[in-house]
């Protein structure tokens, strides 16, 4: 979006309907579980409005829980009916905008591992098992430590940075040490090759000096969405 889309407020609710964007399966392409098959649910709104973001997220509808459970069913079975998908990552936008602890826990009941990806603004109670993959965003002064309710819930950080944006040319202490949580460096695709190798090459020298680990966005080598 680029930081064009509307800062949208928190969506209250039991969680029985969610604002989507779209269902699809594919590969997961960055973050701890990288390469893994997945029904990717991307729900619409986020309370952020960067302006590397790359991702649509508006253009959304209301669905009814239900609706979207059977969409993932029959996204992760194959030809014969046999389950071959069983990690849900839930993304957006920013997913805990929306009350969405009633469909990681149905998604759970079923077997799949639930994933989300998260800014790292807001907290809700979800599952214990359910992953959190938190990408802090800095601002003018840097980064913040993230929210202490949920510090003890991220499964993995993941840094975004580039060369020629000075808030996000490092990673920080965000209170990943304490929980001695895995860190994640990944370039942000800036759709300039010169720029996006520059980015890259940052990242990879900010692995090499701090032992954090380097996320590329395979989705985007592989094309696919």
């Known amino acids: 979006m680029f930081g064009q889309n509307p800062k949208r407020s928190v969506v209250t609710g039991d969680g029985s309907s969610l604002e989507l964007k779209s269902i699809f399966k594919t590969l997961q392409g960055e973050g701890p579980l990288v390469g ?3 029904v990717f649910i991307r729900l619409g709104g986020c309370n952020l409005a960067c302006k590397f973001c790359d991702t649509d997220f508006e253009d959304f509808q209301r669905y009814e829980l239900e ?3 059977q969409q993932v069913l029959a996204l992760s079975v194959d030809e014969y009916g046999a389950t071959i998908v069983k990690l849900v990552v839930i993304t957006g936008g920013e997913p805990l905008r929306q009350p969405i602890e ?3 826990q149905k998604l ?3 077997g799949f591992t639930v994933q989300i990806e998260t800014n790292g603004t807001l907290y809700r109670a979800l599952p214990k098992s359910v992953l959190i993959v938190c990408s802090p965003k800095a601002g003018a002064n840097g980064y913040s430590r993230i929210r202490e309710d ?3 819930h991220i499964s993995a950080i993941k840094f975004l ?8 040319s490092d990673i920080a202490e965000v209170g990943q040490s304490k929980y001695n949580i895995p860190v994640f460096i990944q370039p942000i695709d800036q759709e300039n090759l ?6 890259t090459k940052l990242a990879l020298e900010l692995a090499l000096r701090t032992g954090c680990r380097v ?3 395979l989705h985007k080598i592989w094309g696919i969405e």
């Open 108 to 110: 759970i009941d079923l």
């Open 67 to 69: 609706q979207i459970i």
């Open 194 to 199: 010169e720029i996006n190798n520059e980015n």
């Open 161 to 168: 940075v580039a060369k020629n944006i000075q808030e996000y």
């Open 102 to 104: 009633l469909c990681c």
């Open 150 to 152: 949920l510090l003890p």
């Open 36 to 38: 893994m098959p997945a």
């Open 215 to 217: 996320s590329m966005q």
